[in-house]
Structures are given as structure tokens and as C-alpha cells.
Nanobody, 128 residues
């Protein structure tokens, strides 16, 4: 069992930046991939970005070029740097991890069912 702890988020004006963080509550010795998903009110949870244990990254088209996912292996922390945010980025953001899901380059193809461990969620609100 992996418990993911999220931090960051909050309110920002359009065009601004925010950084989200996600780390396991205890050290995890097995390699795993991590993804960020988001869910706006009344909408389904959608993928945002993902990073594999080997560093391969993937992004949903709606955030490609604006968001950056990265990780600090020593801290076992994954970051989502959100730049040039838009009001439509407003949502609850969740990080997720899995030991078996492989993140590949190319069109986004990951779904919530690909990840077995989830963070508590953090709200991001972008005002125009």
C-alpha cells in the first residue's frame, strides 16, 4: 500500500504559475510511475501528465507546452509545474501512482484505471 501526500495548489490569476508536489508518506523501494489527473465540477476525471520511473514523460494535449512534470528521485517527489494557467485549468488535482503502469511517449492513453494509489487531491483555482 502506498499513501501519496500532495501539497501546493491554491488560487492564481490567469497567466500565472503554480507548482504541485506529490510524495509517498513512507519510502517506496519498488519503481513506480506517477501521473496527475484533474477533475472539474460536473466533469469526469481526466489525465494531465505522467512520468515513468525511467523519466519518460507524457502530457495531455490541453496542457502540453504549459505544464511540466518532473521528479526528484532522492526525495521521491514528483512535481507538476503549471505555467501560463488558464481558467479552464480550475479543478481538483490528484496525483496517482502504480507499480505496473508504463508511461510511454506519444498521444495520451492513460486512464484512472491504470493507477492504483491516489493522493488526497488539492484544489487549483484560476481566475480570469
Amino acid at each position: 500500500q502506498v499513501q501519496l501526500v500532495q501539497s501546493g495548489g491554491g488560487s492564481v490569476q490567469a497567466g500565472g504559475s503554480l507548482r504541485l508536489s506529490c510524495a509517498p508518506s513512507t519510502y517506496v523501494y519498488t519503481k513506480y510511475s506517477v501521473a496527475w489527473f484533474r477533475q472539474a465540477p460536473g466533469k469526469e476525471r481526466e489525465g494531465v501528465a505522467a512520468i515513468d520511473s525511467d523519466g519518460t514523460t507524457n502530457y495531455a494535449g490541453s496542457v502540453n507546452g504549459r505544464f511540466t512534470i518532473s521528479k526528484d528521485n532522492a526525495k521521491q517527489t514528483v512535481y507538476l509545474q503549471m505555467d501560463n494557467v488558464k481558467p479552464e485549468d480550475t479543478a481538483m488535482y490528484y496525483c496517482a501512482a502504480d507499480f505496473f503502469t508504463k508511461v510511454l511517449a506519444g498521444p495520451w492513453a492513460l486512464s484512472i484505471s491504470d493507477f492504483g494509489f491516489w493522493g488526497q487531491g488539492t484544489q487549483v483555482t484560476v481566475s480570469s
